[in-house]
């Protein structure tokens, strides 16, 4: 509404609101028309592939639900069933479509792009999103008359100019978790586009160097890691934010620990009374380390006592960490320094023999 409002206030011989000095006609109006354009047919077409995705390749979509710990949307018998009676499905069909392979090596895009129902324009628009991965940006110098921002890429630094309709509900500092969609004169967010945190905490680029750090063994490029593997990037901003109440000195922190004896330390965790194995996705456990009288004893620095046994069922919210546990590594996150430091002491306890903390310097 705010952009709607911008483009019938704003007059073609007015300053742009941009802040540029030159006239409107000139500068930022062009870009605004052609992102309202655009957005509009992106969002016609989206019934269409979405529909088509899931009818031609629902029995592919099994696995991806796996690997976004949601093994109910597999279920969906149609696509009417997925959209009226399933919860969050957009953002694990949304990677489906654009980033996973189903047939002959290519994506249920590609594959909509050569058999498709659609127009050569409708499929213009969806060709600039092959080849795009998600992200996580911070938003800077945003005109939200405009929709029109800077975006920052917080694993590669890279900055893009951003014209969407969904910047008007946003603010400056605003860290986003979407996929950019590259167009002749700017970039479009796709389909999934969810504000994550209100401010970049401190320590986080030292976060995101540890969690991408893994898979640059096999993958030197981020982007093509963020293609292959952006489906772990979603996972850890739903399993993980910056609680609130502890304002300015919140700090998200992790580490990632080698593994020697993958199944010894599942059981392991399994077995104490510390950590809680939340879901079981298919190439990846998680546990919650519970919120416990030895774990806040560990945090204060005050001592040690035998932990209750039934945490679980309580109100109050149990996990001060989580640890998420692959063939090979072992990652610790925590929202702070010192819950990292008492989930890490936990784990050690527990399965300490079996884990070496890596060097990520």
């Given at each position: 509404?705010?952009?709607?409002r ?11 609101p941009c ?15 052609e ?19 899931f ?6 979509f ?5 690997k ?19 919860k ?16 002959k090596?290519?994506t ?8 498709g129902?659609a ?9 600039r999103f092959?080849?795009t ?12 008359e405009?929709?029109?921002?800077k ?8 900055e893009y100019?951003?014209f969407d309709?969904?910047l008007?509900?946003i603010?400056?500092?605003m860290v ?25 905490p ?7 160097d540890?969690?991408?750090e ?19 990037l ?15 000195d ?8 080698r ?12 077995l ?12 990846q ?6 919120k416990?009288p ?29 640890v998420?546990v692959?063939?090979?590594?072992l ?28 060097d990520?310097?």
């Open positions: 509404m705010g952009i709607s911008a483009y019938i206030e704003t007059g073609r011989n007015d300053p742009c802040g540029s000095g030159k006239k409107y006609k000139k500068c930022c109006l062009p870009l605004l028309e992102s309202l354009s655009i957005d509009s047919l992106k969002f016609s077409v989206y019934y269409k592939i979405a529909y088509h995705t009818t031609n390749y629902k029995e592919f099994k696995d991806t639900a796996g976004f710990e949601r093994k109910d949307l597999a279920s969906a018998e149609s696509f009417e069933d997925l959209v009226r009676n399933k969050e499905w957009e953002e694990p069909l949304d990677w489906f479509i654009f980033n996973e392979y189903v047939l090596g290519k249920p895009l590609q594959l909509f792009l050569e058999e129902d127009t050569e324009k409708e499929k213009n628009i969806l060709r092959d080849g991965y998600w992200s996580l940006y911070e938003v800077k110098d945003l005109v939200k405009l929709g029109k921002a975006f920052v890429d917080l694993f590669s630094e890279k100019s951003v309709e969904n008007a509900s603010e400056n500092g986003i978790f979407c996929r950019l969609v590259p167009y002749d004169h700017f970039y479009s967010a796709g389909y999934v586009f969810l504000p994550w945190l209100v401010r970049k401190d320590g986080f680029e030292e976060v995101l540890r969690f991408i893994p898979f640059k063994r096999d993958n030197p490029s981020t982007e093509e890691i963020l293609r292959i593997y952006g489906y772990r979603y996972l850890f901003i739903k399993n993980f934010t910056v609680p609130e109440g502890e304002g300015e919140a700090d998200i922190a992790s580490s990632i620990y593994v020697s004896d993958y199944n010894k330390v599942i059981s392991l965790l399994q104490s009374p510390y950590f809680y194995k939340e879901r079981t996705p298919s190439d456990e998680i546990f919650v380390c519970l416990n030895r774990s806040e004893l560990i945090i204060n620095n005050t001592g040690i006592v035998t932990p209750e046994e039934d945490y679980i069922d309580s109100d109050e919210e149990p996990g001060i960490g989580i998420r692959d063939k090979n590594y990652e610790v996150l925590a929202p702070t320094k010192k819950r990292l430091e008492a989930v890490e002491a936990l784990l050690k306890e527990v399965a300490g023999e079996h884990i070496t903390l890596e990520m310097r």
